[in-house]
C-alpha cells in the first residue's frame, strides 16, 4: 500500500462517532412518504427549511438578482472573471447590515472587517489558525457541537478543552466552571488561547444572558485569552428574552477588543447551507488581515454573493424575513414541545435555535453512556429517527438527545410524532398515564386545524406566551 499523511489516515475528523453515523443511516435508508415510508427520518440535521415559500416569492419577483436568466445576464461577465478574495463591496456592506438588523441594530457592524469563507465550518478553522499554534487549546463549555472537533482541531493541531456545564443549573456556563477548565488545562501543560462560546446554543437552544456575557468578557480580560462567538443561530430567536451578541456587550464593559471574534453565516439564520456563506468579523486588524489572506482557500463563489447581496439590500424583505422566521419556528417550536409532553416526554426549556434538547434519561435501563447508546441504537434502527445522543455533544450526563424540528415538512414532522408516540407507548415509560394520553382518533385531526392552535390570531407575535392548547383543555 502506498504510505499517505497521517491525517489522510487518522479519524481528526471525528466521523466514528453517533453523530456521524447517524447521518449513515438516514442515507442508508432516507425516508420518503410513498417510495420509502419505512425510512429513517433525519432529525440530526440542523436547517431551517420553514420560510423557502417566502423566500421563493422574492426570487420570482427579482430574477435579476440570478446571473443564470435573461434579466441577469448583462452581469454575468464581471461576476464570472477573477475576484480578489475581499468580497464584493456589495456583498460586505449587505451582510455587514444583515448582522446589525439581527441584532436588533443596537449595534453595527464594519463592512471592511467582514472576512468570507466556506461556511461557519471554513470560518471556524480560519479562526483557529489564526489565533492558536499547534498543541494550544481552546475551552469550549459542553455540550458543544460536534463537529467541532473537526473544525478547530483536525487540520490546525489545536486541542479543545471541555468547560463542564450541568443539567441542574440548565448548563449555564459559570466562572467557577471556566476557572476549572482553565486550572486543569494549566496543570495538563496546555497553554489555553481563548474560548469558544456558542450563542445561541447548539444543542441546547438556549441563549446567553447579558450577565453572563459580562463575566465571560471579564474572565478572558483577566487571562488575556481570546473570545470567539459562534453566533450563526442570531436570527432564530423565537421567544424572549432578546439576542444579546458579544458585540453589544464590548460597548458596556471594558476589555481588550483585540481578543474579540464573531463566526457568522447564512447556513441557518437564512437557511442557505448550501452556499457556504461564512464570515470572520474581527475586532483585531491582525486577525482581519490574516483571515482574508487565509480566505483564498474557501471562497464565496461571487455568483452567491451576487445574489446574497440583492436579497439582504432589500430592507422590506429582511424585516419581513426576520418576523416571518420566527413566527414559524414559534410555531414549529410549540407544537413540537406541547406533543412530546403528551407522551412524558420533557425538554431543556429553549426560545432559539433549530432542534430541542429532548430529557430521555428516565429511559435509560441505567445512568450510564452504554445505557445512552443502546436507547440511540433502538432509536435509530427500530423507531427510524435520526436524533442525536448527548455524548456526540460531549454532555457529561447520559440521556439527553439533540432533536430537530425544522429540517422538514409538516406531513414528515407528523410521521416522526407518531413514531414518538407508538414507542413510548409500547415502552410504557411515559409519565402521563395512559388514559390521559391523546388517543390516536385524536391524534388524526387535521394538520392544518391542530397547527393552527399553536398560532391563534391572538398569540401571533413570536413573543407572545402559549396557551393551553384546546386539545389539552378538552380533555381537563
Known amino acids: 500500500m502506498v504510505p499517505v499523511s497521517k491525517i489522510a489516515t487518522g479519524n481528526g475528523h471525528g466521523e466514528n462517532s453517533p453523530y456521524f453515523d447517524g447521518w449513515k443511516a438516514y442515507e442508508e435508508n432516507p425516508f420518503h412518504p410513498t417510495d420509502r415510508p ?11 427549511q420553514l420560510c423557502f415559500d417566502f423566500i ?16 441577469g445576464v448583462s452581469k454575468f461577465k464581471a461576476a464570472a472573471l477573477f475576484q480578489d478574495y475581499h468580497g464584493m463591496p456589495e456583498f460586505r456592506q449587505a451582510v455587514a447590515k444583515f448582522m446589525g438588523k439581527v441584532r436588533g441594530d443596537r449595534v453595527k457592524f464594519d463592512p471592511d472587517r467582514i472576512v468570507m469563507s466556506g461556511g461557519a465550518t ?4 480560519m479562526v483557529a489558525f489564526c489565533l492558536a499554534d499547534p498543541g494550544e487549546a481552546f475551552l469550549v463549555p459542553t455540550p458543544y457541537y460536534p463537529g467541532f472537533d473537526r473544525d478547530l482541531r483536525w487540520r490546525t493541531g489545536v486541542e479543545l478543552v471541555p468547560v463542564i456545564c450541568e443539567s441542574s443549573n440548565n448548563f449555564k456556563i459559570t466562572r467557577d466552571a471556566l476557572e476549572d477548565a482553565y486550572e486543569k488545562a494549566e496543570k495538563d501543560n496546555i497553554r489555553v488561547k481563548g474560548l469558544l462560546i456558542t450563542n445561541p446554543s447548539n444543542p441546547l437552544g438556549t441563549i446567553l444572558d447579558r450577565e453572563t456575557l459580562k463575566d465571560i468578557v471579564s474572565f478572558i480580560n483577566e487571562k488575556n485569552i481570546h473570545l470567539i462567538g459562534d453566533e450563526i443561530y442570531a436570527a432564530t430567536i423565537f421567544m424572549e428574552p432578546e439576542f444579546v451578541s458579544i458585540s453589544e456587550v464590548i460597548e458596556e464593559v471594558e476589555c481588550n ?6 463566526v457568522y453565516s447564512l447556513s441557518k439564520d437564512m ?7 461564512g464570515i470572520v468579523y474581527s475586532y483585531n486588524d491582525a486577525v482581519v488581515s490574516c483571515a482574508r489572506k487565509m480566505s483564498s482557500f474557501g471562497l464565496v463563489s461571487s455568483q452567491t454573493q451576487h445574489l446574497i447581496a440583492s436579497m439582504l439590500s432589500d430592507d422590506d424583505f429582511v424585516d419581513n424575513f426576520i418576523v416571518e422566521s420566527k413566527r414559524q419556528l414559534f410555531k414549529r417550536h410549540k407544537y413540537f414541545i406541547w406533543s412530546l409532553s403528551q407522551v412524558g416526554i420533557g425538554s431543556l426549556k429553549s426560545n432559539a435555535g433549530l432542534f430541542i434538547w429532548m430529557d430521555l434519561r428516565k429511559l435509560l435501563k441505567e445512568k450510564t453512556f452504554e445505557a445512552e447508546m443502546d436507547l440511540w441504537r433502538v432509536i435509530i434502527h427500530e423507531v427510524k429517527l435520526n436524533v442525536s445522543p448527548g455524548s456526540s455533544f460531549h454532555c457529561h450526563e447520559p440521556g439527553w438527545f439533540r432533536v430537530c424540528f425544522a429540517n422538514m415538512d409538516d406531513n414528515t414532522m407528523e410521521v416522526a410524532l407518531l413514531r414518538i408516540r407508538t414507542f413510548m407507548l409500547n415502552n410504557n415509560e411515559a409519565m402521563v398515564p395512559r388514559s390521559k394520553l391523546c388517543r390516536r382518533s385524536s391524534l388524526k385531526l387535521s394538520l392544518s386545524r391542530r397547527m393552527d392552535d399553536f398560532m391563534s390570531p391572538g398569540i401571533m407575535s413570536p413573543h407572545s406566551p402559549l396557551p393551553q392548547s384546546p386539545l389539552v383543555r378538552a380533555r381537563t
Open 38 to 48: 419505512d425510512g429513517v427520518i433525519q432529525m440530526g440535521l440542523a436547517e431551517n
Open 257 to 262: 477588543r483585540d481578543l474579540i471574534h464573531i
Open 271 to 277: 437557511g442557505f447551507p448550501g452556499f457556504r456563506v
Open 56 to 71: 421563493g416569492k422574492w426570487l420570482l419577483k427579482h430574477p435579476e438578482a440570478s446571473l443564470c436568466n435573461g434579466e
Open 122 to 125: 471554513g470560518a471556524h478553522e
